[in-house]
């Protein structure tokens, strides 16, 4: 984990953290209004809960605790233990705000007055009656080492750690020591050995051996003494700090001598290449010569290394610097881009009905510019997967060391590039997933070892695409879920009848059902049943789905499919009747040809020979209840889908289109086989086929006459 | 296997305290009242670190780790002394004594946790 | 919501459905448009008679008089569609209405406004918010939110699929 990515997470939370804090403070007045909606006391319980799971995964431990007491209070609300008054409303405003001064303090924005905190935090627990102890005695006054970590605070210190020969007679194991450093940010540890005796004079229980590190980090010189604080006394330590001198931009400064002696016209450079080239380098010539020991040269060599990559690093942060973008101007972006392409298809048409060589030229030129135009804009949206990855990699680092459990995460498909909005909303889901995975999944080392597991557990997070829609994989090797325990558990809470019959797969479903958790236990980790239900609501919005796979002892998997809702696609335009729909051409593979005489070959099943490969079909006529009249040629489009082949039967191709995808909005969020809308080049609406949901659909409503052969 | 770490005191309170956090980490914890307790304890069962108190009946801690440490053994145990802000000399005389470490009462259970994983990983 | 209309004079638009005069709250209307071609979106209930181009926006039309059970709206030289903002599953949203003809802007007295009589008006009596009454002529106003809730949606499309 570097410093590096431990920053953009902490900025990823302050944002949210930002975002859920104004929509806390719409939730709370309204709670004053209307003190007995559920909607809005879960909503309030949800955002605390958010910001204290995130603020407890980078560092912002005050948060996290403060936070936590709010939430205690919005549980008992939620379970109808503590009614809202206008005291509770008004204290958790003044606690939204005093995490707001938090956030702000982090950036040394603000200070935290912590009897502000305190006061809250003792207000509360006597509004609550805290008495049987769940509310944990608040700890709160550890808003130094949040507010020091600042990407601009980051220094490199050299530290040179020579043990006395009799440290181990402490107890102290110097290892422990050296990986505390090495959580501190980028280090590098050179053991030096010169001072070894021969083995016969070598005396195991004495150190003999000495470090030379070199750390970059955002702590504080101070929290590196900490680090050697029980060896004071018993080693010669120095930490000095290194990069003091470092110029943000001194290229001209870091030129080597020869290159400078090019520049000026005084040497050729490639004369000056061909000359070093036989030449030693200096730590080689100094440990010919004997004067220095090769551990040295070594710790020099990383030293040298690890400035250059960090003035690497503030050079490419100088240079690469992006500018913040209100996502509403984005989309505006987006938007104007989408009417742009539509109103150059409409110029392209006319200009090849015109037929008139300057118009054409122009259209064409215009045509050209708009695609360019069309994939920058998309490419802003762009994000690769990856870049949420590695906040994963420390949530599960994070809560396997919480749970004393052994966890890797194992990540695939991090280039899979999905849009920016649909990778934000896919954090919490992942997020909750993940947690699940490593708290109730995968079993303690020992279980795992008993049950003949390797000790060390796994959840494999992967992204890829599949046609038109984006899957994204969470697999562990652990404990798979339990069948009877949920169904058990759904039966206790009242959410299906004790006799029901249950598909494995609805008994999966179950779990995201909401006011199901199978959590007992009130933990930092898993939460209080803000869990699955959530999760689904969240890839419902993104009109995804979440398939379940488990198997008992060997563990579970959770399948997202998600479509790629880029605002502007591919299409191919077909005509049925007086209907013209758009088919994504990212799922298309070939249209082929569909005869009366066909069709009776096949005595009237939907399957169709094509070149000896026999391809269940749609009649879109049928499927969508189109009256007109029979045609003697058809065409089918056949497409392909999760490695299915399925034909859709359309009167004729009119050929490809530029879509832009239009929402059909909220009123049509329901319909199956319909993913959205577009405007054509004379103004009329025509609808985009959702072929994996047709497909399903139609798999589902006549299983054998379609697809069956 | 859980590492093991027992805890010295006299005060069942501040024992709880440390086995419940230890216990929450994931580590086993086994208790003595005393000095003359733990050094039972050691001899008949496995135990990777101590966490003790100094001011005991019996026998104190500064005895204790001068005990443990004369022991072939647990020559290199790790051993964290409990002081009191005020005992700033016990803290020298616990060092000289051979303890890894110390942590000043009161404390909160992440800091005690940072010293145990200091100490013991 | 429109507490208020008890209070103040209110502006409404009026319309005709087959022979019936509604009116809307003015507030409610954005805009009005001649009604030229509507794309059909499949598996939906009859009264959505689909989705039209609203200026780069796709926005549903419904053929209120298939929702008031009465006959389907034939295209005129007079049919209109009348954008609406309703409120729907909270959010605010946009669309269109078919009407046979789009009548005028009138403004009634609170006391020109009478409970809807709850019996004998072949229309759900939550539809409507009162009768009007101007010039010995009675309109009906419409509460255009109760007319598109989620509940009602959700039974319209097992219908709509069923029917399919």
């Known amino acids: 984990m570097s410093g590096n990515e431990l920053d953009a997470g902490r900025e990823a939370f302050k944002e949210e953290a930002a975002e859920l804090l104004s929509e806390l403070e719409l939730s709370l007045l309204d709670l004053e209004q209307h003190p007995t909606d559920d909607e809005l006391i879960g909503r309030v319980f949800r955002a605390m809960h958010t910001i204290k799971g995130s603020g407890a995964m980078f560092g912002f431990d005050d948060i996290a605790d403060f936070t936590h007491e709010v939430e205690t209070a919005f549980d008992l609300v939620r379970m109808g233990k503590l ?62 080492s949040a507010a020091s970590e600042d990407k601009s605070l980051q220094a490199t210190y050299r530290i040179k750690f020579k043990p006395f020969a009799e440290l181990f007679t402490t107890g102290t194991n110097p290892v422990l020591l050296l990986n505390e450093l090495r959580q501190m940010g980028t280090c590098n540890v050179i053991a030096q050995t010169d001072a070894i005796p021969p083995l016969e004079q070598f005396n195991p229980e004495t150190c003999a051996t000495y470090w030379d590190v070199i750390v970059t980090t955002t702590q504080d010189v101070n929290a590196i003494r900490d680090v050697f604080i029980f060896v004071d006394g018993m080693c010669e330590l120095t930490i000095e700090r290194i990069d003091d001198d470092l110029e943000y931009d001194d290229s001209e400064a870091g030129m080597k001598l020869g290159e400078i002696l090019a520049e000026r016209g005084d040497v050729k450079l490639d004369e000056v290449n061909s000359l070093l080239d036989g030449q030693k380098k200096v730590g080689q010539i100094l440990v010919d010569a004997g004067m220095v020991d090769k551990g040295h040269i070594q710790a020099a060599l990383a030293e040298q290394q690890q400035l250059k990559e960090i003035q690497e690093q503030r050079q490419k942060a100088a240079s690469a610097a ?42 064409e030129e215009v045509e050209r510019l708009t695609w360019e135009l069309r994939d920058s804009t998309m490419g802003i949206r762009m994000l690769p997967m990856g ?50 995975s490593v708290d109730h999944g995968i079993e303690k080392p020992d279980v795992r070892f008993a049950a003949g597991k390797p000790r060390m557990g796994t959840v494999r997070l992967s992204a890829g695409h599949s046609g038109a829609s984006v899957l994204i994989k969470i697999e562990d090797d652990g404990a798979g879920l339990d069948k009877d ?27 995201m059902l909401p006011g199901f958790s199978t959590s007992e236990s009130v933990t930092s980790v898993s939460g209080r049943g803000v869990g699955m239900d959530v999760v689904k609501k969240n890839v419902d919005a993104l009109r995804g789905s979440i398939d379940i796979k488990s198997k008992k002892g060997f563990g579970s998997t959770f399948i997202l499919q998600l479509p790629l809702t880029l605002a502007i696609i591919d299409g191919l335009l077909v005509k049925v009747a007086d209907d013209i729909f758009v088919i994504p051409l990212s799922v298309v593979e070939e249209c082929v040809e569909l005869t009366k005489a066909d069709v009776e070959k096949m005595n009237d099943r939907h399957v169709s ?61 329901e319909i199956e086989g319909v993913s959205g809308a577009t405007i054509l080049g004379d103004g009329t609406v025509a609808l985009i086929l959702d072929v994996p949901r047709l497909v399903n659909t139609v798999e589902r409503d006549t299983p054998t006459r379609t697809v069956g052969v | 296997m859980d590492k093991v770490i027992m805890t010295v005191d006299d005060s069942a309170s ?39 108190d100094l001011n005991m009946p019996n026998l104190d801690g500064i005895g204790l780790v001068k005990a443990v ?27 000289a004594a051979g303890a890894t470490g110390w942590i000043v009462k009161p404390f909160k259970p992440e800091q005690l946790m940072s010293v145990v994983r200091k100490v013991l990983g | 919501m429109s507490v208020s209309a008890t209070v103040e004079p209110t502006q409404y638009l009026t319309f005709k459905l087959e022979e019936e005069v509604f009116a809307l709250d003015i507030q409610k209307v954005r805009e009005v448009l001649e009604f030229s071609s509507v794309t059909r979106v499949p598996r939906t209930p009859e009264f959505m008679r689909g989705v039209i181009n609203l200026r780069g926006s796709v926005v549903p039309v419904v053929d209120l008089r298939l929702k008031f059970g009465m006959t389907h709206t034939e295209k005129t030289v007079n049919t209109c569609v ?3 903002e309703v409120a729907f599953d909270n959010e605010s949203m946009v669309l269109g209405a078919l009407s046979d003809s789009v009548q005028e802007v009138i403004e009634l007295e609170p006391q020109m406004i009478e409970q809807a009589p709850s019996i004998g008006m072949k229309l759900r009596t939550d539809f409507i918010k009162g009768m009007g009454k101007r010039d010995n002529e009675f309109m009906i106003i419409l509460d255009i939110d109760k007319i598109f809730t989620v509940e009602e949606l959700a039974f319209a499309q097992e219908a709509g699929q069923s029917a399919a």
């Open chain 1, 387 to 436: 870049t949420t990855f590695s906040k994963f990699k420390r949530l599960v680092r994070d809560l396997s060391l919480d749970l004393g459990k052994e966890i890797q995460l194992a990540t695939d498909g991090a280039d899979t590039e999905l849009d920016k909005t649909v990778i934000e909303k896919l954090s919490d889901p992942l997020v909750h997933i993940i947690r699940n």
């Open chain 1, 83 to 144: 009614a809202v008054s206008k005291e509770l409303t008004n204290l958790t405003l003044r606690a939204r705000d005093q995490i707001r001064t938090m956030i702000d303090a982090s950036e040394g924005k603000a200070s935290v007055d912590n009897a502000v905190t305190e006061d809250i935090v003792v207000s509360l627990q006597i509004l609550i009656k805290v008495s049987d102890g769940t509310a944990e005695a608040s700890d709160i006054a550890q808003t130094e």
């Open chain 1, 485 to 511: 325990a949920i169904l058990r558990k759904a039966i206790a809470k009242g959410l299906i009848s004790n006799d029901a019959e249950l598909s494995e797969k609805e008994i999966y479903g179950l779990i």
């Open chain 2, 69 to 95: 440490r004369g022991m072939p053994e647990h020559k290199f145990m790790p051993i964290i002394m409990v002081t009191t802000e005020s005992q700033e000399s016990k803290k020298l005389e616990g060092r």
């Open chain 3, 82 to 84: 009348i954008i609406v």
């Open chain 1, 609 to 669: 020979n094509v070149r000896g490969v026999l391809i269940p079909y749609i009649r879109l006529r049928e499927h969508f209840s189109i009256d007109a009249d029979d045609l003697e040629t058809e065409q089918i489009v056949v497409t392909e889908v999760d490695d299915k082949k399925v034909g859709f039967v359309v009167d004729y191709v009119i050929g490809e289109h530029q879509t832009v995808i239009k929402s059909l909005g909220r009123m049509f969020r």
């Open chain 2, 14 to 52: 501040v024992r709880q305290m440390v086995a419940f956090t230890l216990k929450g980490a994931g580590y086993a914890v086994i208790q003595a009242v005393d000095g003359k307790d733990a050094l039972a304890k050691l001899a008949s069962e496995h135990i990777d670190m101590i966490i003790t």
């Open chain 1, 322 to 363: 992006s500018i913040r973008v209100a996502s509403y101007r984005l989309d505006k972006l987006v938007d104007l881009v989408g009417e742009l392409v539509t109103v150059q298809a409409r110029l392209s048409q006319t200009a090849v009905v015109n037929g008139e060589a300057t118009l054409t030229s122009i259209a």
